[in-house]
Structure formats: structure tokens, C-alpha cells
């Protein structure tokens, strides 16, 4: 019990002072140089380009005389003198970057062509299925076959089926555009594979 006490009674000191107001000041800054209230702003002349390397010296008559033969050479020699430099210099090999899963648009890279050939060849796994027509009468019907295999709620699927012809669903399997296909003809409506 006069071991708690003694500790009750001993108060523990801030380690930092609670006013610091006077020290935050910047005159205690060694480099602080207080501004004249009465003097003009100083006017900077910008040049016309910010450049933020600063101004370069000219190339030296040795590096011209190189560009010049360098650009003499012929292209198949050009193509050489970056694995040479490379090689020279002990740079490390660049790796090629994966772009497996990239869409490189048209261009594609230069496989492009070959792939899009091995396409046309290979047999076609996905399909489209598009809502061509159905009959007035038959229209819930096809409202609620649609909403079955789209996931999609009254409202949206109704906005869908009145945009006849409108794909329903894309990048299916055979079976399974054949299946919906028949649940639509079923329900009253026209529907096709693309």
C-alpha cells in the first residue's frame, strides 16, 4: 500500500516543454533574412523553354565526326552497333516484356498476322446468341426466358427484349447458344447463333 502511494505521489515530468511558442519563431533560423516591407517584387527573366537539366554544352568535334561516320554506315552495320555497345559496356540484356492477355489493337505486334490466320483455320468455340423477333402475345414469356439465363431484373430485361434484334448473350458455347435458342423458340420468340 505505501508503494502505490509513493508512486502516486511521484508526478512524471513532460519530457518536452508545454510552451514552445518563442522557439518556432524563424528568426531562430540561422539563414532567416527578415523581407523589407516596402521593396518591389523582383522581377525574373524566364527563358522560352524550361529546360530542367540546365543549358548543354555543344558536342565535342569528336562526337560529330562519330555521328557522321556512324550515319555513313550502312543500315544492316546500324543495326550492329547497339549489341556491340551493349556487349562493350557490359549492359545487361533487356528482357522482352509478356504481353500475353494485352489487346494490342490492330497492330498487334509482328505475330499479328499469323494469329489472326490461325483463327480463321481453328473452329469457331464461342458464339452470340441474338433475339431476332418474337410475337406480341408471347412478349412476357420472353421477358422471363430471358431473365433466366442473363441475371438480369424485370425491368432491364423488358428494356432489352424491346430492342429487338439485340444480342442476348455472348461468348457462349455451342451447347449452350443451342439451349438458349430453343428456350426463346419455345417461349414464342426467333432467335439465331452468330
Same mark, same amino acid.
Given at each position: #500500500?505505501?508503494?502505490?502511494?509513493? !508512486? ?40 522560352p ?28 552495320e546500324?543495326i550492329?552497333?547497339?549489341?556491340t ?8 540484356? #533487356? ?6 492477355? #494485352? ?35 408471347s412478349?412476357? &414469356? ?12 424485370? &425491368?432491364e ?9 439485340? !444480342? !442476348? ?17 419455345a ?8
Amino acid at each position: #500500500m505505501k508503494f502505490i502511494a509513493l !508512486l502516486r505521489s511521484i508526478r512524471a515530468r513532460p519530457t518536452l516543454p508545454e510552451i514552445t511558442g518563442p522557439l518556432q519563431s524563424r528568426s531562430f533560423q540561422p539563414d532567416f533574412v527578415p523581407r523589407d516591407p516596402n521593396a518591389k517584387p523582383k522581377r525574373y527573366k524566364y527563358p522560352p523553354f524550361y529546360d530542367p537539366y540546365g543549358p548543354k554544352p555543344p558536342p565535342s568535334d569528336k562526337i560529330i565526326k562519330l555521328a557522321e561516320q556512324i550515319a555513313a554506315l550502312a543500315p544492316e552495320e546500324r543495326i550492329q552497333i547497339g549489341p556491340t555497345l551493349r556487349e562493350r559496356l557490359r549492359h545487361p540484356k #533487356m528482357q522482352p516484356i509478356s504481353v500475353e492477355g #494485352m489487346d494490342l489493337g490492330p497492330q498487334g505486334g509482328p505475330a499479328a498476322g499469323s494469329a489472326k490466320a490461325e483463327e480463321k483455320k481453328a473452329e469457331k468455340t464461342a458464339f452470340d446468341v441474338k433475339l431476332e423477333k418474337f410475337d406480341a402475345a408471347s412478349k412476357i &414469356k420472353v421477358i422471363k426466358e430471358v431473365r433466366t439465363f442473363t441475371n438480369l431484373g424485370l &425491368k432491364e430485361a423488358k428494356d432489352l427484349v424491346e430492342k429487338v434484334p439485340v !444480342l !442476348l448473350k455472348q461468348g457462349v458455347t455451342k451447347e449452350e447458344a443451342n439451349d438458349i435458342i430453343e428456350k426463346i423458340k419455345a417461349a414464342g420468340g426467333v432467335a439465331v447463333l452468330e
